[in-house]
């Protein structure tokens, strides 16, 4: 998909894929805003209620989210484009900092406050509706 366009968003790059649709770093030919573009899974898109939680999904930890729309056979959603690397790589790159004893202060409560924000934005997800995978 990298090259195409959907819509008026330009696809740059694949950033990542979970099990609702595979997520892109997309330019908007509109206005030049870069842009996360949120391609849906089949499964994803047949989901009726899937655009409405969408569309209603709002939280601080959780990237705005612009549109929800259709473009030919194809369901997206457009949401802000976040910089820094996903919650994935950075547990994965911290795991064994604990083992360190002269880091632990500072990596705990970093940790400790990653998992409350990661708490909050399950909570305000579960409140929209939206259904959690935990992989």
Do not use: W
Request: charged share 25%; with cysteine; glycine share 6%.
């Amino acid at each position: 998909m990298i090259g195409q366009t959907i819509s008026h968003y330009r696809i740059l790059a694949k950033i990542g894929q979970d099990t609702t649709g595979a997520l892109y770093k997309a330019t908007d030919t509109d206005s030049g805003r870069l842009v996360t573009l949120k391609v849906l899974s089949s499964g994803a898109a047949a989901n009726p209620g899937l655009r409405a939680v969408l569309e209603r999904l709002q939280h601080p930890n959780i990237a705005r989210i612009y549109e929800v729309s259709r473009s030919g056979d194809v369901d997206f959603a457009v949401m802000e484009a976040a910089e820094g690397e996903s919650a994935y790589d950075f547990l994965e790159r911290e795991r064994f900092a604990f083992m360190v004893p002269k880091k632990i202060p500072e990596r705990e409560r970093d940790c400790q406050l990653a998992n409350c924000n990661v708490c909050a934005t399950m909570m305000s997800a579960n409140r929209a509706s939206v259904p959690i995978a935990l992989a």
